[in-house]
């Protein structure tokens, strides 16, 4: 056993850079994982860092100084940060009140429809299942009520932490775009001067995370807004706040899309009932996430490292359960830095050992 372990470090860990490049990255994820809720104004602002560094890099192949590049982008960012504050903010949170003052409305229509299934069905549903699930649903909305309470009680340090937010990301921001060459080399400092497998690694992922969340946002963007029209087309209610979690269901593949549907079809059933009108907005919003996962995506990331979707599945659920909303939204960058590892590792064959 001894023997077999003692082959595999000298197989695996025999080059000097490697075994520093493994440190780095256990010392990164921990810190990730330990400090994550301290660092997350941090990473917020490098992920906006990242999706407007391309524009700044734009102004500069126009032959504008670094400098006023990044003023010019800068200022753009301030001006659509205020928009949604000013604009978007105060629409989604009146949707959101009344969508929460008509649940008791919805749940008792949902109650006379399910009261009316053991007289249509009685073969299928018998008065003893109908009375369970409105006995397991009203335990549901009691304990969602008990939570809203308490988050409105607890509102102020909320409040308190989205000021810090509004202040330090966009300080962050603008630092790190004015200052990536002088961080850069300063964490190089750090560094050991031979490190082409490090140098590999980073250039590869580099342009993957930059190109996946500049992708990303592009694509809850364009799903939000199309979305958005729609539903406003269509007569839906609350259609911001439903473009909204369509929008950001686009960051968790697969999985997001099928949950998002759940809301949006309860709310068109609750309004129009089984109609015709239901029945166009189901197939209008079944349009829009064909075109997202079959048209969009593949445009928007035809340089992404391919993964299988297994592969992208237990990314999001090992790092969304390790790190939350930013494993989530981090999955795929961490796969595919994780494949970018193991095929860049240098490793002893085992012929060369033998010699």
Known sequence: MLKVLRDWVQRYFSDEEAVVLAVILVLGFTAILTLGDMLAPVLAGLVLAFLMQGAVNLLERLHLPQSFAVWIVFTLFIGALTVILVVLAPLLWQQLSTLFSEIPRMLGEWQS????????????????????????????????????????????????????????????????????????????????????????????????????????VIEI?????????????????????????????????????????????????FQWGWGDQFIYLMVVYGVIQTLDGNVLVPLLFSEAVNLHPVAIICAVLLFGGLWGFWGVFFAIPLATLFKAVLDAWPRTSPTTENE
């Open 113 to 216: 429809l399910l009261l009316l299934l053991p007289e249509r069905y009685p073969h299928l549903v018998t008065d003893e299942q109908v009375l369970k699930a409105i006995e397991v649903t009203r335990s549901e909305i009691g304990k969602f009520g008990q939570w809203a309470l308490t988050f409105s009680l607890s509102s102020l340090p909320l409040l308190v932490n989205i000021m810090i937010y509004l202040v330090l990301v966009p300080i962050l921001v603008f630092f790190f775009l004015k200052d990536r060459v002088l961080i850069g080399r300063w964490l190089s400092g750090y560094l050991p001067q031979e490190r082409a497998l490090m140098t590999q690694v980073w250039d590869e992922m580099n342009d993957q995370i930059a190109n996946y969340i500049r992708g990303k």
């Open 221 to 269: 963007v364009i799903c939000g807004g199309v979305t958005y029209v729609a539903f406003v087309s269509l007569g839906l209610n609350y259609a911001a706040l439903l473009a909204l979690m369509v929008g950001l269901s686009v960051v968790v593949p697969y999985i997001g899309a099928v949950v998002v549907t759940v809301p949006v079809a309860l709310i068109a059933l």
